[in-house]
């Protein structure tokens, strides 16, 4: 069974991309309207600076519950955003969540004199945070004006620059996809490709459209070629992603495709962030397939449940696979879940029918156990029935352990069952003992 690559890169750069984006846009849904977009508007939208007077009303005598309850001028809010946003905190989902309700705060219009101040911070992914949510608000009243402003200063955030445009692209192709449509087309670079490049915002332009045209966003992706398709279609499942009604319209536009080959990948693109909100939604998808499909699809599934479910993931790879094909599976496992978990991944190791089909599986273990517990390593490598792989695996487990304490990791191997002059072998980091001629 073969890696999907595209698959995972495709849901990886949009999950990023997204974690902020997706609350920013349904509180935005809540806050453009006249009532809360404009000064002078109800309670909750008009915050101004200090001083101001939101309502253009006179003057009056004010109490104590009136400065209790007066709305925080724009540079208060923010000071309170980058007290928010210390050390530390960007890791920390609660304090994230303050800074969102903090940024909801800020009135539309206010927001040019906030990017100013965002990129006055000095801590570049505290920019690029600020940035891209203060460009997402922006972009819901005046799309080309919050992407003017992206694109002049992308450059100074290197690479994570490019998020500031995704978020502008959301925003704005949620009331105008035409509009960002056209505007994509007409940038020189967008087939630049890149986790962080034109494909990135392809994918959010595709998302949103699909959000809310799904038969517009069909008709888009029939006018681009290439690698780029992978990308629009990874950002059309997005748009899905909490919505069975959504996702079975996608799928059926889907098998309407003409190529056989794009089928298959959008399919298991599609998985690939099923598999993280719902999977067992998805398993139970992919059992009403052809059968000659559910090989691949559970294939890709599997490959990202081992992200957030190993052991789900890793009963899945096993499902169907012929006596022939269960050695390489087993190995596949232990790439994935040995270097997250190596306890876990042991475990479930010990548990499987013992045999020399797991000998890669068995190599695969030990490669990724030596660095933290090489005296474990060792002893799974005396398991290994094939002689070469033994060896090579007694080598790694050896030395990793050498390193720490020699004296051990020597009387080990003299218990490692290996003749003399593999112990010879080994010693010297040999992957075949030198014979006499």
């Not at 800074?99 to 219009?109: A, N, Q, S, T």
């Not at 002893?379 to 060896?391: G, R």
């Amino acid at each position: 069974m073969k890696k999907n690559t595209t698959t995972i890169a495709a849901a990886a750069a949009l999950w990023l991309a997204t974690l902020v984006g997706a609350y920013y846009l349904g509180q935005l849904k809540q806050t453009n309207n006249p009532a809360t977009a404009v000064p002078g508007a109800a309670a909750g939208g008009t915050a101004g600076d200090a001083g101001a007077d939101p309502g253009g009303m006179a003057p009056r005598r004010s109490t104590g519950r009136d400065a209790a309850s007066k709305p925080l001028g724009m540079k208060q809010i923010l000071a309170q955003i980058k007290a928010a946003m210390g050390a530390g905190s960007m890791q920390n989902p609660s304090a994230m969540m303050k800074v969102m309700g903090l940024l909801d705060k800020i009135r539309p219009e206010d927001v040019p004199a906030a990017l100013a101040e965002a990129d006055a911070l000095s801590d570049p992914q505290q920019k690029v945070l600020l940035s891209m949510c203060l460009l997402g608000k922006w972009a819901e009243l005046d799309g080309p004006a919050a992407m003017k402003y992206a694109e002049e200063h992308a450059s100074g955030l290197g690479p994570m620059g490019q998020i500031a445009k995704v978020s502008v692209v959301s925003a704005w192709a949620e009331h105008d996809p035409e509009a960002v449509w056209q505007w994509y087309n007409a940038q020189p670079n967008k087939d630049a490709g890149g986790m962080f490049g034109g494909n990135m915002v392809l994918s959010s332009l595709f998302a949103s459209m699909a959000a809310n045209n799904p038969d517009l966003a069909f008709k888009r992706l029939a006018e681009i070629d290439g690698p780029n398709r992978s990308m629009a279609l990874a950002g059309m499942f997005q748009s899905a992603m909490f919505d069975d009604t959504k996702r079975q319209l996608m799928l059926t536009n889907v098998d309407a495709l003409p190529d056989e080959a794009e089928r298959k990948q959008a399919k298991q693109m599609m998985l690939g962030q099923w598999a993280m909100m719902a999977p067992e939604q998805a398993v139970a998808w992919v059992k009403t397939q052809p059968p000659n499909d559910q090989r691949d699809l559970r294939d890709s599934m599997a490959t990202m449940l081992m992200m957030s479910d190993p052991k789900q993931g890793a009963s899945l790879m096993l499902e169907g696979v012929t006596e022939e094909d269960k050695p390489a599976c087993y190995s596949r496992i232990m790439d994935h879940w040995a270097y997250m978990d190596t306890n876990a991944a042991g475990t479930w190791l010990s548990e499987q029918p013992q045999g020399p089909q797991l000998d890669s599986a068995r190599q695969s273990f030990v490669n990724a156990a030596s660095q933290k517990d090489p005296q474990t390593a060792m002893e799974w490598a005396t398991t290994i029935t094939s002689p070469e792989l033994k060896l090579n695996a007694t080598i790694t487990a050896y030395q990793a352990w050498q390193k720490k304490d020699p004296a051990a990791a020597d009387q080990a191997l003299g218990k490692s069952g290996l003749d003399e002059a593999q112990i010879q072998a080994v010693r010297a980091g040999q992957t075949s003992p030198t014979k006499d001629p």
